[in-house]
């Protein structure tokens, strides 16, 4: 009689206990977090609607309409669908301009995001591997970093360097590059304590390969749950540059900008306001709730 492959419709391999795919074991982690899963949903939605914002976009976000200054939304008097969530102060539609202010804060995410990341990482690799001199001026400088309030140091930066998106962009990295060196180095110095990191030494592993082929690849978990609420704070943070004048100039459809070109109309347009601070909300809400289940998905200790 030969040896049947499946147990009650099951795999043998599975049925025997064989370990779940890597990825299969995150997701099901990951999915027990229901605002995890919102969040990603929320953040797969912006995405789309920032990749089609030329499509989906009934209007120009930069054009103006000499016959429809401060429309309302539709659903209030005096709104129509041809501007369905109203329009600003000099005619623009709300709608147009929201959607493609999508687009803008995620490259403003993004953008800030690598660059942290990646400055971070090799800083960190280095104050971890080279624990004398170079290490320690590297974490004191982090540490003048970290002793600042992070908008105030942003400010002060785009100040030296001149208001403008991309200055703005650089500014919000450099606030966030202490986290990522702290968090690297310490996942650095864990990992330098282990046997294998031992055993790649005494096999003759040079420096640059026990640093990003040895180590790092295992401090990667920590540093992407990082990177994921770095997210929310790098639109966060640039908002309120733009916000303060010192991030995207206008006619940019930033979010922060268009909060700052709307605050004298709080009373008798609030549209013009609420639209702009919602989509900073649940943008960086949706962020939040991502890192918080990368985070159980990543932490062993957090497993169940």
């Not at 026990?210 to 704070?233: E, H, K, R, W």
């Not at 962020?287 to 200790?301: M, S, V, Y």
Request: net charge neutral.
């Amino acid at each position: 009689m030969t040896a049947d492959t499946t147990i009650l419709g099951h795999p043998a391999s599975e049925a025997a206990g064989a370990p779940p795919h890597p990825l299969r074991e995150f997701w099901s982690y990951f999915s027990a977090n229901p605002g995890a899963v919102a969040g990603l949903a929320l953040i797969l939605a912006l995405i789309l609607l920032a990749l089609c914002a030329g499509i989906v976009a009934p209007h120009s976000p930069i054009v103006t309409h000499d016959d429809a200054f401060l429309r309302p939304p539709f659903w209030e008097e005096g709104g129509s669908l041809t501007y369905p969530l109203g329009t600003d102060s000099i005619g623009r539609d709300m709608l147009s301009r929201l959607i493609y202010g999508a687009r803008l804060s995620l490259l403003i995410g993004v953008v800030v995001v690598i660059l942290a990341l990646v400055a971070g990482i090799i800083l960190g690799l280095v104050a971890g591997f080279f624990e004398g001199v170079v290490g320690i001026a590297i974490m004191r400088l982090m540490d003048v970093f970290l002793t600042l309030p992070s908008l105030l140091l942003a400010i002060v930066i785009v100040a030296i360097l001149g208001p403008g998106l991309a200055n703005a962009m650089i500014a919000v990295a450099i606030v966030q590059l202490p986290n990522y060196v702290r968090l690297t180095r310490a996942a650095v110095i864990s990992e330098l304590a282990k046997d294998y990191v031992t055993a790649s030494k005494v096999s003759g592993a040079g420096t640059l390969r026990l640093m990003f082929a040895t180590v790092l690849p295992n401090c990667l978990a920590p540093l992407i749950v990082q990177a994921s609420l770095g997210f929310s704070s790098a639109i966060l943070d640039a908002a309120a540059l733009g916000f303060l004048g010192l991030g995207a100039q206008p006619p940019q459809p930033e979010w922060g900008t268009m909060l700052a070109d709307s605050r004298e109309l709080m009373l008798r347009a609030w549209w013009a306001v609420t639209f702009p601070g919602l989509m900073i909300l649940v943008t960086v809400l949706a962020f939040n709730l991502l890192g918080d289940g990368l985070r159980d998905a990543f932490d062993p200790k957090l497993k169940r």
